[in-house]
């Protein structure tokens, strides 16, 4: 159940303001915009509600960042890593030791793993967990007698993480250009994006079509040369980009043919939040290899990890030291908190609720929004949904006219949100939301009446701008 925690006083928003301001480097900012406005503070969270230091309420349609699967303010976690620090707050795994919440994890995760996973690698972040998937799979080409192959493939709007090799495999221009990334042997091909590339073709026959690229880009490199191909699901970050159905099967029938690894990174999709423990089952792509974090503890502390499907796992245990690993993989108060998170999920039947009942619900009221005159689409898939803003809206999608990029509709449409109690997420003119899976059928309606306020209010910004 989730409980009220204590209200904590109001703190000096404006003192925070300025030590934040004057200490504080924070993820993906620009600091000269950030002190003009100065940081929100949040101070507290219930179920899906935010508050901040002013005492203002709002609706958490993005899960913190895509993690906080269980909602906020749930005791029983905050109990458990409680119990686990009393007892053991830390001990590593490396020489030949090991904890009691690691080994419970590991073995409860080979459970809701799909098929054919039946060891985990642990982390404490997803970029951490790519990192170690580099590492794994070349590791892996080594024994097997094919040290050639190590070249993985990624696709551009990719988002892996922000470590060196996170990054790199990750396809976002702008993270590139700052450090000379992408790293050397990792390449991307083009997404999967049916409205940006799909022009003249159903879906089904994008489908094919884009994962046809990555046959195109195996044998320019030369299949000896491969050794993963590593994609999210549904792209999260680069703006909710649901794949067409036929595009998994055609890239594992790819994959198999050349014999090149199938890494799927579910930091996003795992932990129901597309109405199955892992979107992998759901697109049947059998991946080797599986990333995930966020919802395996719920943010509530962090932790990440590497499912490793038993074809790289039966080599890499046969081959001797693997000589990777971090300090805190499988930390025990991390592994408490997913043991307990996990637990909740199940014993609150989360996963089936999104998948049959919210989820299907979600899908009805979000994709009534494309009604609204600034709506080109509004799609979405389990607890994750996004929607199109554009300046001309047509029945078909390719004939829909966008805003200039410049205009920053998106950011527009996202301070309306975000001054009006919802937290949406804009990329580019995009706006996506992946709500706590604790969500009922009455806050999908408050949420989607909020978001629906804040797109008139976006609309009469636009034109009161002469943007359309
Ligand atoms: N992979 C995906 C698909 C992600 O969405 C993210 C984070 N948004 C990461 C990896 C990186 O995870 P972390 O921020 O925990 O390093």
Not at 236 to 246: C, E, F, L, N
Not at 443 to 457: H, S, Y
């Amino acid at each position: 159940m989730t409980t009220t925690p204590i209200v904590p006083e109001l703190p000096d928003t404006k003192g925070l303001q300025r030590l934040d301001t004057a200490h504080y480097l924070h993820p993906f900012t620009d600091h000269a915009a950030l002190a003009q406005k100065g940081a929100r503070v949040m101070v507290r969270g219930d179920g899906i509600y935010l508050w901040d230091s002013d005492g203002r309420k709002a609706l958490d349609a993005m899960s913190g960042l895509w993690c906080v699967n269980v909602g906020y303010g749930r005791r029983s976690i905050t109990e458990a890593v409680a119990r686990q620090m009393d007892t053991l707050p830390f001990y590593n795994s490396f020489f030949n030791t090991t904890t009691i919440p690691a080994v419970q994890l590991a073995a409860k995760l080979a459970k809701i793993a799909p098929a054919g996973f039946n060891h985990v690698f642990f982390t404490g972040s997803g970029s951490e967990a790519n990192d170690t998937n580099v590492r794994m799979v070349r590791r892996y080409w080594d024994l097997a007698g094919q040290p050639e192959r190590t070249v993985i493939i990624s696709r551009h709007n990719a988002y892996h993480g922000s470590t060196m090799a996170g990054a790199s495999l990750g396809g976002m221009s702008g993270m590139h250009v700052q450090g000379g990334l992408p790293i050397p042997g990792i390449v991307h091909i083009e997404q999967p994006h049916y409205a940006d590339y799909g022009a003249g073709m159903t879906p089904e026959e994008f489908g094919i079509h884009a994962a046809g690229w990555l046959e195109e880009r195996i044998r320019e490199l030369g299949p000896d040369k491969v050794a993963a191909f590593i994609g999210e699901p549904v792209q999260g970050a680069g703006g909710v980009i649901i794949p067409p159905s036929t595009y998994w099967p055609e890239i594992r029938r790819i994959c198999d043919k050349y014999d090149v690894l199938l890494i799927a990174d579910e930091v996003i999709t795992g932990f129901g939040r597309l109405g199955t423990w892992f979107a992998s089952d759901l697109y049947g792509m059998r991946p080797d290899l599986i990333t995930f974090a966020k919802g395996v503890t719920s943010g509530y502390v962090p932790l990440g990890g590497v499912l490793v499907g038993d074809r790289v796992a039966d080599l890499l245990i046969k081959g001797g030291d693997f000589n990777h690993g971090f300090t805190y993989s499988g930390h025990p108060v991390a592994c408490a908190a997913a043991l307990e998170n996990i637990r909740i999920l199940e014993e609150e039947g989360l996963v089936d609720r999104v998948a049959h009942d919210t989820g299907p619900y979600l899908q009805q009221r979000f994709g009534s929004l494309a009604a609204h005159p600034l709506v080109g689409t509004a799609d979405s898939l389990g607890f994750v949904a996004g929607l199109t803003l554009v300046r001309r809206k047509a029945a078909n999608v390719h004939q829909q006219v966008r805003f200039d990029p410049a205009l920053g509709a998106g950011m527009l449409c996202r301070a309306h949100m975000f001054d009006n109690g919802v937290i949406m997420r804009a990329v580019g003119d995009r706006m996506i939301i992946a709500p706590p899976l604790v969500m009922t059928r009455d806050q999908v309606d408050e949420m989607i009446q909020k978001i629906r306020f804040c797109l008139d209010l976006t609309l009469a910004d636009a034109m009161e701008r002469g943007w359309l």
